[in-house]
């Protein structure tokens, strides 16, 4: 690219994913964001919902027209919930516009399956065949140049970089993976539930969509394409009274014996030069606070040498790495730009 920055708008600016592309874009070195878009509240301004922008984000809301995005902006964010991106989508393709987007819409490559999980009628099957699976770490080199990246879902994110390098390796048997994955609410959206509410969340831990949540296919589906064979996975998700932060802890035999010591040398040297990935040392495992607020994805391992099996532990903030974090990675890796442009922020902590 030359100097000048890229212009960038984002449909659906309010809701979590929204505001967190904001937060991370206004830092960005070769990016300008030109327009935030709102389909139920456009005219307004931002702050009139997100009063912690005021001063910083100036710009009224604009409502949802493609040809006036297209007007303004060279790449779009949709951060909209599935089913929408569905229609949305091949509308800001038709106009010119490179697309980012944050739902699980694109992700499935077979439009059965995606009907069957996700209860919306698929994209066309050949948007499905264009859009470019952003798991960025792993996929990151077909994202250069394409015009439509369909960013990961955020247990998916977690799960497969814990499991991917020990399923290429051949270490893990692919039958007997069992994932147990935790997250917090704001993974459910800004949109009020009966489930997300406080007094239903609050000192309370439940499981939901046990063997039916619409991450199940994804996983599956790049597991498979790793494997060179079908993997299926029992997953399990629960909510925990926290904002942010998922945890996706995974069980799986070993073919044969390994240790600790070698899971760590076998995770460091997949993931050598790839920033925000950080393997824990022997014996150490990540919490989701130590990637609070950042693109991080922490990884750690106990092997069982009693039964054979190793558990591995991934953590990251569901909003970012989860959602506008690893969009933001996929925005620089689609432009040819070093991946941790403006995601270089260390976690809040405490
Ligand atoms: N929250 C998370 O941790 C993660 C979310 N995701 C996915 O990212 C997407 C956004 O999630 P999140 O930000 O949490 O969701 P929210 O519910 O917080 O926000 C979604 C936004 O989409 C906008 N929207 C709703 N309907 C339409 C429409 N018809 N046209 C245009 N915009 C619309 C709404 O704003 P308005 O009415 O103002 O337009 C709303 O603010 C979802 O698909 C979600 O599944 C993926 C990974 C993690
Ligand atoms: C806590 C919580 O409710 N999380 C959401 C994650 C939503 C999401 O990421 O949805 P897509 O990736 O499918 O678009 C859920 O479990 O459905």
């Not at 952003?134 to 250069?144: A, K, N, R, T």
């Not at 051949?170 to 997300?196: E, H, N, Q, Y």
């Not at 939901?208 to 498979?224: A, C, D, F, G, T």
């Given at each position: 690219?030359?100097?000048?920055?890229?212009?960038?708008a984002?449909?659906?600016?309010?809701?979590?994913?929204?505001?967190?592309?904001?937060?991370?874009?206004?830092?960005?070195?070769?990016?300008?964001?030109?327009?935030?878009?709102?389909?139920?509240?456009?005219?307004?301004?931002?702050?009139?919902?997100?009063?912690?922008?005021?001063?910083?984000?100036?710009?009224?809301?604009?409502?949802?027209?493609?040809?006036?995005?297209?007007?303004?902006?060279?790449?779009?964010?949709?951060?909209?919930?599935s089913?929408v991106?569905?229609?949305?989508?091949?509308?800001?393709?038709?106009?010119?516009l490179?697309v980012?987007?944050?739902?699980?819409?694109?992700?499935?490559?077979?439009?059965?399956?995606?009907?069957?999980?996700?209860?919306?009628?698929?994209?066309?099957?050949?948007?499905?065949?264009?859009?470019?699976?952003?798991?960025?770490?792993?996929?990151?080199?077909?994202?250069?140049?394409?015009?439509?990246?369909?960013?990961p879902?955020?247990?998916?994110?977690?799960?497969?970089?814990?499991?991917?390098?020990?399923l290429?390796a051949?270490?893990?048997?692919?039958?007997?993976?069992?994932?147990?994955?935790?997250?917090?609410?704001?993974?459910?959206?800004?949109?009020?539930?009966?489930?997300?509410h406080?007094?239903?969340?609050?000192?309370?831990?439940?499981?939901?969509?046990?063997?039916?949540?619409?991450?199940?296919?994804?996983?599956?589906?790049?597991?498979?394409?790793?494997?060179?064979?079908?993997?299926?996975?029992?997953?399990?998700?629960?909510?925990?009274?926290?904002t942010?932060?998922?945890?996706?802890?995974?069980?799986?035999?070993?073919?044969?014996?390994?240790?600790?010591?070698?899971?760590?040398?076998?995770?460091?040297q997949?993931?050598?030069g790839?920033?925000?990935?950080?393997?824990?040392?022997?014996?150490?495992?990540?919490?989701?606070?130590?990637?609070?607020?950042?693109?991080?994805?922490?990884?750690?391992?106990?092997?069982?040498?009693?039964?054979?099996?190793?558990?591995?532990?991934?953590?990251?903030?569901?909003?970012?790495k989860?959602?506008?974090?690893?969009?933001?990675?996929?925005?620089?890796?689609?432009?040819?730009?070093?991946?941790?442009?403006?995601?270089?922020?260390?976690?809040?902590?405490?």
């Open positions: 690219m030359s100097g000048e920055k890229v212009k960038v984002i449909v659906g600016s309010t809701g979590y994913g929204g505001v967190e592309l904001i937060r991370f874009l206004l830092g960005h070195p070769n990016v300008e964001i030109v327009s935030v878009i709102s389909a139920s509240s456009a005219g307004v301004p931002i702050t009139d919902g997100f009063p912690h922008l005021s001063e910083i984000v100036t710009q009224n809301l604009d409502g949802v027209n493609p040809a006036e995005i297209a007007e303004k902006a060279d790449v779009v964010f949709t951060a909209t919930p089913g991106s569905t229609r949305l989508v091949p509308q800001l393709l038709e106009v010119g490179k980012i987007d944050l739902s699980g819409d694109f992700r499935i490559k077979d439009g059965a399956t995606y009907e069957a999980w996700y209860k919306h009628e698929a994209p066309e099957s050949k948007l499905l065949e264009q859009a470019v699976y952003g798991l960025s770490e792993i996929y990151g080199d077909d994202v250069h140049g394409k015009d439509l990246i369909s960013n879902g955020c247990y998916s994110t977690a799960t497969l970089l814990g499991l991917i390098p020990a290429n051949g270490w893990i048997d692919p039958s007997s993976i069992i994932i147990d994955a935790k997250s917090g609410v704001s993974g459910a959206g800004r949109g009020t539930s009966l489930t997300s406080y007094a239903e969340i609050n000192e309370n831990f439940k499981a939901y969509k046990v063997n039916k949540h619409q991450h199940i296919p994804e996983i599956e589906q790049v597991l498979s394409n790793i494997n060179g064979e079908p993997v299926t996975v029992t997953f399990t998700t629960h909510l925990v009274p926290m942010r932060g998922i945890m996706s802890t995974m069980y799986a035999g070993m073919k044969e014996a390994h240790t600790d010591e070698e899971f760590v040398k076998l995770y460091r997949y993931y050598e790839r920033s925000f990935v950080r393997v824990r040392g022997a014996g150490k495992w990540p919490a989701t606070k130590e990637v609070f607020c950042s693109n991080y994805c922490d990884i750690g391992f106990a092997v069982d040498e009693r039964t054979g099996r190793v558990t591995i532990i991934s953590v990251i903030d569901n909003v970012v989860g959602a506008a974090g690893q969009a933001i990675q996929n925005l620089n890796l689609m432009m040819g730009w070093d991946e941790t442009t403006g995601l270089k922020l260390s976690p809040v902590y405490p």
